[in-house]
């Protein structure tokens, strides 16, 4: 009987390889698995799983995870203002890990002995998807033919022709990987230090010129409407949004950011929902949070984006931070008004019940309500006691000297 191996696929090359060589090479019996994150639409995965069945394997599984998605990873990097290096909203580093979840969580309902992936030696993805594996389904044997056997695209392409299998084997310009949380662009530009990917490359072109103003309504941290149009689930507001300010060109960059293995790595991007939101997001919490709860959230969201990008979703403290997140968010209602430009956008302003700048207690520099000017004069001298007294006792010990 054969053994069982579950396959991380997409179509592409890389998991189109590992199908044939698994099947017809090593005697597996390979059930193929796409998890879509927001990148695929229904033709496309109708594609996809024609494509597998050609390939030859045993079955094949189409799971939707936008919401499970949004749910256990993107509503968090909302709640954290969540920018990777101030840049980049972790758009594959967080779709991989949705992936490596649904695919450990398939491998072990079919009591699989193996699972494999299309990861090369080169990159993050190979580090996320081993280390969920190793922790969501010990010892289940992890195979990975384009990073084991060091394959060449020419040496791949070679292979499948000797096998008779008929794809598109042209290499795109720009690499493309979509879904719910953005978009990344790979090419010539991203691999030396310099240069900016051009127009043609990005994959929504900028249609819109003339500004427009949007509303997005908040309700404890997650987008439930933009506009007038209110939405059942967030990720359909997220996905509304990018119908909008997508074809401004807003959210376009380049990352340079430090990989997993130790080396620095460049890749374009285009984000228009998720930048707008963060910032719209960042506005909001800004006039309805504290002082010290905005610290804290800082910090610990720092932490814990760049653990998310380590793949590290699955570390007991991830679910602490998320906690705390939570809980933050429970004031963070209102709407954000921002406007839409070629390129770039503005955060206008923010109506909430919860806004902390309130005319009640004082306006900033010019008059106050809720307190005196000896009410001050008392606060400044006890608030810099310690201060005060520490360089009076060093100028006593400096006289001494």
Request: proline fraction near 3%.
């Amino acid at each position: 009987m054969s053994k069982k191996v579950v396959l991380g696929f997409s179509g592409g090359l890389d998991t189109s390889y590992c199908v044939k060589y698994l099947s017809e090479d090593k005697g597996y019996e390979v059930h193929s698995i796409i998890v879509n994150t927001g990148g695929f639409s229904a033709d496309e995965l109708k594609q996809i799983e024609a494509h597998a069945y050609k390939l030859g394997v045993k079955s094949h599984t189409t799971i939707d995870a936008v919401k499970s998605y949004y749910h256990s990873i993107i509503r968090f990097l909302i709640y954290g203002n969540v920018l990777k290096n101030n840049t980049y909203p972790l758009s594959v580093s967080a779709e991989r890990l949705s992936q490596a979840l649904h695919i450990a969580s398939h491998a072990e309902e079919l009591n699989a002995d193996a699972v494999a992936h299309g990861s090369t030696g080169a990159g993050n993805d190979q580090v996320r998807f081993d280390m969920i594996f190793h922790v969501m389904i010990p010892g289940v044997e992890i195979i990975t033919p384009i990073r084991d056997l060091q394959l060449s695209r020419e040496e791949e392409i070679e292979y499948l022709k000797s096998k008779g299998v008929e794809m598109n084997f042209e290499k795109a310009v720009y690499s493309i990987n979509k879904g719910l949380w953005g978009t990344s662009v790979g090419g010539k530009e991203t691999l030396q230090s310099k240069g900016m990917l051009p127009e043609e490359a990005w994959p929504t072109q900028v249609t819109k010129t003339e500004a427009e103003e949007v509303r997005l309504h908040f309700v404890k941290g997650e987008l439930k409407s933009v506009n007038d149009k209110e939405f059942e689930h967030p990720t359909e507001a997220i996905q509304y949004l990018q119908t909008l300010a997508g074809p401004f060109g807003i959210g376009r960059d380049i990352h340079i950011g430090d990989t997993i293995i130790g080396i620095k790595g460049r890749v374009g991007f285009e984000a228009a929902a998720p930048m707008v939101i963060i910032k719209a997001h960042h506005a909001l919490e800004k006039h309805v949070l504290t002082k010290w709860q905005l610290s804290w959230k800082d910090q610990l969201a720092q932490f814990y984006g760049n653990w998310l990008h380590e793949g590290q979703i699955l570390d007991p403290v991830m679910r602490d931070i998320e906690h705390y997140l939570e809980s933050s968010q429970r004031n963070v209602t209102g709407d954000v008004y921002v406007q839409l430009k070629p390129y770039h956008f503005q955060i206008i302003g923010i109506e909430s019940p919860y806004d902390l700048m309130n005319s009640k207690f004082g306006k900033y520099g010019e008059m106050n309500t809720g307190w005196s000017g000896e009410d001050v004069r008392g606060f400044s001298k006890i608030f810099g006691n310690q201060t005060s007294i520490y360089y009076q006792v060093k100028g006593v010990a400096d006289a001494k000297d």
